[in-house]
């Protein structure tokens, strides 16, 4: 096959420019733009280096335009390329006298981060604005009674939970020490408000399970069978992910007989165990 002669005499030289940032990424020249233009998105390119850095980029050839830079009577392709070495020392492309790949890519990253700086700039700003305003906030709610009230409460509770038994052990030493000052000043109130004391004791309640009586006689009546009778919902058994349980107060002091579950013991047996349980704490305490 005979080479077809081409004809330089109408020598078109054109620039590939990326759209968005005006970066040119190729220059040439040619006889026929339009169909230069579909070399390039052809299966075997004509710029290999510039279809590999879109496809990698993840960009679109609708991303590029091509720019005629002006057209020029040559003879050959030699003064073809002579002319191509001219306007590539006037743009200064010296990127494109040996481009590739990573070359063309990183220019249009660098592009690409150039651009959105400022934003990402102005975005930075506005997080340190708001947590500097946060943390203003923060020292002045540090500053108020509440939160010096809440403080103080955690650490009485951080400081008991730690010493239990140190604290145990001081309000037992107190208590035999002040045993016999506290119950002299018990009795002294007693005397010095014995009218009010029988005032109080006469007062008439009405219990839940619809009994009236005195207050005098409230502990004696919460354990009648009268009162463990009418109140079905008292020792209500409980369940718990890992144990079975019901409450009751003795002595003022409000206490918890559980049943754990475990693997020796069926659920249906530990529930029966603390049926009996609450069955016989009912019997041992009704009047």
């Known amino acids: 096959m005979t080479k077809k002669n081409i004809n330089w005499t109408n020598t078109i030289f054109y620039k590939v420019v990326f759209k968005k940032f005006n970066l040119i990424l190729d220059v040439n020249f040619t006889t ?66 040996d481009p590739n790949e990573k070359i063309l890519l990183s220019m249009i990253q660098y592009e690409i981060r150039h651009q959105e700086l400022p934003a990402i700039q102005a975005k930075r700003e506005e997080e340190r604005i708001e947590l500097q305003s946060q943390l203003e906030a923060k020292r002045k709610y540090e500053q108020t009674p509440e939160y010096k009230a809440m403080k103080k409460k955690r650490y009485v509770q951080l400081y008991r939970e730690e010493n239990k038994e140190k604290i145990n052990e001081i309000n037992r030493q107190s208590y035999h020490k002040n045993k016999d000052a506290r119950n002299l000043q018990k009795k002294q109130y007693r005397e010095n408000n014995k009218e009010k004391i029988q005032e109080m004791q006469k007062k008439k309640m009405t219990c839940s399970c619809g009994v009236t009586f005195t207050a005098r006689h409230k502990a004696s009546h919460e354990k009648s069978k ?37 693997k020796n013991r069926s659920q249906e047996e530990s529930l029966q165990l603390i049926q009996e349980k609450r069955q016989q704490f009912i019997e041992a305490n009704l009047e």
């Open 226 to 262: 009268r009162h463990q009778e009418g109140n079905p919902g008292l020792y209500k058994i409980h369940e718990l992910k890992d144990r079975f349980y019901f409450t009751y107060t003795l002595n003022g002091i409000r206490k918890e007989c559980q049943v754990k579950k475990t």
């Open 32 to 97: 026929n733009l339009d169909k230069r233009k579909y070399n390039y998105k052809a299966e075997k390119p004509f710029n290999q280096c510039l279809s590999s850095c879109l496809q990698n980029g993840g960009f679109s050839w609708d991303d590029l335009d091509f720019i005629q830079i002006k057209k020029v009577e040559c003879g050959c392709r030699n003064d073809a390329k002579q002319e191509l070495d001219k306007i590539l020392k006037e743009l200064d492309l010296r990127y494109l006298y």
